[in-house]
């Protein structure tokens, strides 16, 4: 069975740090990109960063840039996301998704995505 699952969520105070995980199993995790996500309460899910198939590519919306940092580990299936100077507007459930191939910069947004985590809650208090 295809699975994605995130853990590292948590709450921190403004201005802190999370590194969330994202395992896989089931599927050749080394050919999928892996996509992060995030819904806030009442908003819409949000893209905020991609990493290719191969760790070659990145992307990441505005909104996270210079702050979050995408990458991974073939080797245990596992990638991550490392959340420096968290904010308040940061609070929100965290998703992590799997799609073949690379990222396509903001079209990686509107792909498909073949599996999808259960999410992980983060708060910031300010």
């Known amino acids: 069975e295809e699975q994605l699952v995130e853990s590292g969520g948590g709450t921190v105070q403004a201005g802190g740090s999370l590194k969330l995980s994202c395992e896989a199993s089931?599927?050749?995790?080394?050919?999928?990109?892996i996509g992060w996500f995030r819904q806030a309460p009442g908003k819409e899910r949000e893209g905020i960063s991609c990493?290719?198939?191969?760790?070659?590519?990145?992307f990441y919306e505005n909104a996270v840039l210079g702050r979050f940092t995408v990458f991974r580990n073939d080797a245990k299936n596992t990638a991550y996301l490392q959340m420096d100077s968290l904010k308040s507007d940061d609070t929100a459930n965290y998703y992590c998704?799997?799609?073949?191939?690379?990222?396509?910069?903001?079209?990686?947004?509107?792909?498909?995505?073949?599996?999808w985590g259960q999410g992980t809650p983060v708060t910031v208090s300010s």
């Open positions: 998704a799997a799609g073949w191939g690379y990222c396509l910069g903001k079209s990686s947004w509107t792909r498909e995505w073949s599996y």
């Open positions: 089931g599927f050749p995790f080394q050919d999928y990109a």
């Open positions: 990493i290719s198939s191969n760790g070659g590519s990145t």
